[in-house]
């Protein structure tokens, strides 16, 4: 079956490329529809019509289906992109994002692993943007406390995120 369906692709592969490239209108993606579509015989163990040109009929059907479909496709791709033109991202904004978020990974990770009083008043302070004195009345500890325990996990914070920091200066710059 397999010796098929490679006879069928040596014998029929130029004037398939031919029917698929007129009508997707590029030569490149003629290529891989009809690679793709010899492809999916192999994988899927297709029987095909012992008649060789019923079995040639069937695989110019299949290019032919394959080839509307990716103009389906594209087009349903052109658009959703004239209609949402500011959802397209770039590699480099999105390494961007990527890197932001690993960034905000380590900051919540760093502040995981400082001690539990520590990680509340520096989450109170920092994320919950609270005032010194809210800090402390919360916690029932001096305006100083706070102040100290703030200062002692940004220092271990700054500690951590140092080299994640400066690995994301060289990548950027």
Known sequence: MENNIKALFEQNYYGLVELSCRLVGSNETGEDIVQDVFVKLLDKDTVLPKDTQAAKSYIYAMVKNASLSHLRK???IHNYRQVNPATEISDEDL???????????QLYASIRNLPEASQNIFKMAYIEEKSNLEVAESYGISINTVKTQKRRAMATIKKVLFPVLRSIKILLF
């Open 95 to 105: 390494l961007e994002n990527i890197i932001y978020a690993e960034a905000i990974n």
């Open 74 to 76: 594209v087009k349903v």
